[in-house]
């Protein structure tokens, strides 16, 4: 058994979800995939219970929003939970509704309003409890450890109906596709995140604040890790992205432009000479031509390909430019000798 767990504004969507079918799938398709899967895509939901809220998705949506107004403060008031046997298991439904009822107790929503809907479209059984996180209390259900207490529950749960246990969603997976490497969509926001931030960061404050504006929360120490608004911690270095190499990035950002500066002033100085030098038509025409490859657009390009090839997670994280690596030392002092 495999579970899920979020955290949504909308009653409506999530509720239409539960009791309603695929709407991508047309009349014509619904059948023909009955047909072939011998599945239920049409009529695929079935309500297995009612706790403490009645009526159509409209009905409940009111229910639930009457409800929500007794706790202004939170943001998030829809819980969707989600259960799913492995493969060959099966519950009747009375075992599937006691599931259900577990699965609330577990994230203290027992005595708030949901539903538990049973979908009959794919081949291992599975319910979905849609949930209002506000209580007729006024309190509201918390969230914490969301997934390790989903994790808990399903091993529980597996022992007290002798059902398979399942460690992880891959196992549901053919040999083949469980040989192909995981994508984590967090990670990947997170590290595109960083990279468009270094772009135009020239210092780490400047690159902590805009990955704040971005809803990060950022902790800085030994490492650095990132919280994102799901409250999920994912350490820099997980994503190709260690604190030393941030700070090289910005380092050697800084450095060219304090290069690029000093030749950008030796440039003008240099240009202004030409100008009250030579008068003539040919002389400027020269004078165009040496503006073409000036010093500070050279630097420029340099930037480009240096910052370009540390911007890259795979790039190799010890790389410095060998001009950073010239750090006068401290000679040491000779003790003296005793005679």
Known sequence: MIGHVSIGSSFYHCISYCLEDKKELSEEKKLGLAMQDHLQHKERAEVLEYNKCFGNKYELTEQFKDVRRL?????????HLTLRLAPEDILTK???????????KEFGIADNQYICVLHKDTKEQHIHIAANRVGFDGKVANDSNSYKRMAELCRRLEKKYDLQEVLSPRAFLSPKDRLLPRHDSRK????????????????YLEFEIHMRELGYKVLKGRGISFIDDKKVKIKGSEVGFSLMKIEK???????????NAGEEKNYD???QSISNSFNTEKQNKEKQSYSLDRPGETVVKEVLGAIGQLMNSEYEPDYIDPELQRIPQKKKKKSALRR
């Open 94 to 104: 009375e075992q599937l509704r006691e599931v259900g009822r577990e699965c609330a």
């Open 269 to 271: 100085r240099d240009s």
């Open 249 to 259: 990035i910005l380092h050697q950002k800084q450095h060219y432009a304090i290069r």
């Open 188 to 203: 990947e926001k997170l590290k595109e995140n960083i990279q468009q931030t270094l772009k135009y960061a020239s210092s």
């Open 71 to 79: 706790s202004r403060r939170v943001e998030k008031p829809m819980l």
